[in-house]
């Protein structure tokens, strides 16, 4: 018998009495039972909350009624019914629950129906940034920039791999042992991976990547210490000037949230084609055309990369083309887009300061399988490429802008690079925190010459300046 079929039986079983006649007649149920079990084995005794909510999750996980992606009955609707399966269970076992507990064990066993289970909570969490799920009873998440191991768990392998199938339900995407690997979103935006065995040594990892439901402004970085307000002044005119700007950074640095603010200055009349491999990007205009790849499906087929999407994006008549990650072949069709036309191009990168960003540029574009000599590459993307953004994680948890750097031209066959702004770390020994300077160079950028050509006169105050933050 399944478990919604025990549902309606208790719903008619109770349905001829009031809800104070069924607080009464629990009572009297549950009393005698405790004490009956209490005395007659020391068993009854162990007998915890935490283990009725553990056999409730498990009697939820071996229903295949509660997997039903398309559920027809609401929450609310479901909601009294399974507390009184609740309030049963626990009579059956001999533990009275208190109606708050029997609330909570209610809300837990929606959420296995009607969301993920456990880390339902974590997702309602708006601190939580990362959710990492390493096998069904290890997971992390990150608040603030900081690593913590929660005291949440699945029940089991098959609970986890349940609700890892439930992600991926209305994304089209699947895992299983001939594709033992995904990279997908959640209805709320949150990027997901997965990663199964044989891959994963020690049972299915899942990692999540959470966005705030409100964008970070140029405000919100600002009064966090990432950037100054003169920065931010900068780059306005730089993005409303039609530079093309590379943001670079290690893993979870924050370089799709400054994609994200640089994005919103992009002024509103202008076309806008986004490529992403999982969309991320939460564009603020009205006219942007948001392009998605695809991965191959069960045959080994269909699979539609960034370079493709790339390629047919320059049909569609875009004014500016934002690339969510550059990591392959299709660099060489962004720097010639950049180079004919396109310009206020952006794309993000990982790297690990400006200039390894474009080691980094050179070598994709030689994995490519296009032979081009180092020269003409370097002047490729020297003439491309205006400003460089490098954005990193300290130690103390903390995302900054740590260096605005233009790129100034080739020099003897080598890309000169001139830093406009940087950040320079002065360790508190005492509290063990990160504090720095944020400091201008005092060079002015040749760029400024193009922000003049549109109308945008770069005031000198901005490269004039040091700022102090925690």
């Given at each position: 018998m399944s478990i919604r079929d025990r549902l309606r039986q208790v719903e008619q079983k109770h349905q001829a009495t009031t809800a104070l006649d069924i607080?009464?007649?629990?009572?009297?149920?549950?009393?005698p039972s405790a004490r009956t079990a209490l005395n007659e084995s020391s068993m009854a005794q162990d007998i915890t909350f935490q283990e009725i909510k553990s056999r409730c999750q498990k009697k939820a996980a071996e229903d295949e009624a509660f997997y039903e992606a398309d559920s027809k009955e609401t929450r609310q609707e479901l909601r009294p019914r399974l507390e009184m399966l609740v309030r049963e269970i626990a009579s059956d076992m001999g533990y009275p629950l208190s109606e708050i507990e029997v609330r909570q064990l209610g809300v837990e066993l929606l959420d296995e129906i009607y969301g993920l289970g456990p880390i339902e909570p974590l997702l309602a969490d708006p601190t939580v940034s990362d959710i990492l799920i390493n096998g069904y009873d290890n997971i992390y998440v990150e608040r603030a920039g900081q690593l913590e191991l929660t005291d949440v768990r699945f029940i089991s392998e098959e609970h986890l791999r349940n609700k890892v199938d439930r992600m991926l339900y209305s994304t089209g995407r699947r895992v299983d042992e001939s594709s033992p690997l995904v990279d997908?979103?959640?209805?709320?935006?949150?990027?997901?991976?997965?990663?199964?065995?044989?891959?994963?040594?020690?049972?299915?990892?899942?990692?999540?990547?959470?966005?705030?439901?409100?964008?970070?402004?140029?405000?919100?970085?600002?009064?966090?210490?990432?950037?100054?307000?003169?920065?931010?002044?900068?780059?306005?005119?730089?993005?409303?000037?039609?530079?093309?700007?590379?943001?670079?950074?290690?893993?979870?640095?924050?370089?799709?949230?400054?994609?994200?603010?640089?994005?919103?200055?992009?002024?509103?009349?202008?076309?806008?084609?986004?490529?992403?491999?999982?969309?991320?990007?939460?564009?603020?205009q009205a006219h942007v055309v948001r392009l998605e790849t695809r991965p191959p499906n069960a045959e080994g087929i269909g699979e539609v990369t960034q370079r493709e999407l790339l390629k047919n994006a320059l049909r569609m008549r875009p004014d500016r083309i934002v690339l969510g990650e550059v990591r392959g072949g299709?660099?060489?069709?962004?720097?010639?887009?950049?180079?004919?036309?396109?310009?206020?191009?952006?794309?993000?990168?990982?790297?690990?300061?400006?200039?390894?960003?474009?080691?980094?540029?050179?070598?994709?574009?030689?994995?490519?399988?296009?032979?081009?000599?180092?020269?003409?590459?370097?002047?490729?993307?020297?003439?491309?490429?205006?400003?460089?953004?490098?954005?990193?994680?300290?130690?103390?948890?903390?995302?900054?802008?740590?260096?605005?750097?233009?790129?100034?031209?080739?020099?003897?066959?080598?890309?000169?690079?001139?830093?406009?702004?940087?950040?320079?770390?002065?360790?508190?020994?005492?509290?063990?925190?990160?504090?720095?300077?944020?400091?201008?160079?005092?060079?002015?950028?040749?760029?400024?010459?193009?922000?003049?050509?549109?109308?945008y006169s770069l005031p000198s105050e901005l490269f004039n300046f040091s700022q102090e933050v925690n």
């Open positions: 607080s009464e007649s629990v009572k009297k149920v549950i009393a997908s979103r959640l209805p709320d935006g949150s990027r997901i991976n997965i990663i199964i065995p044989p891959l994963s040594v020690d049972g299915i990892s899942v990692s999540i990547r959470r966005f705030p439901e409100q964008h970070l402004r140029a405000k919100d970085l600002i009064a966090y210490g990432t950037m100054t307000e003169q920065m931010f002044q900068f780059l306005d005119y730089a993005v409303k000037a039609g530079l093309n700007i590379l943001v670079c950074g290690g893993t979870g640095s924050g370089k799709t949230t400054t994609l994200n603010m640089l994005s919103g200055l992009i002024p509103e009349n202008e076309r806008t084609v986004t490529i992403e491999d999982s969309a991320e990007l939460r564009m603020q299709e660099v060489l069709d962004m720097l010639q887009a950049m180079n004919t036309g396109h310009d206020g191009s952006l794309a993000t990168l990982h790297a690990n300061s400006p200039r390894d960003s474009i080691s980094r540029l050179e070598l994709m574009i030689n994995l490519s399988g296009v032979d081009i000599p180092a020269a003409s590459i370097r002047k490729q993307i020297a003439s491309a490429i205006d400003l460089i953004i490098y954005v990193n994680r300290g130690k103390d948890g903390h995302r900054r802008v740590e260096s605005i750097t233009e790129v100034v031209g080739v020099e003897e066959e080598n890309i000169v690079l001139q830093e406009i702004y940087v950040f320079e770390h002065k360790l508190d020994k005492s509290s063990g925190s990160i504090k720095g300077v944020f400091r201008a160079t005092g060079l002015r950028p040749g760029c400024g010459k193009k922000c003049e050509a549109v109308g």
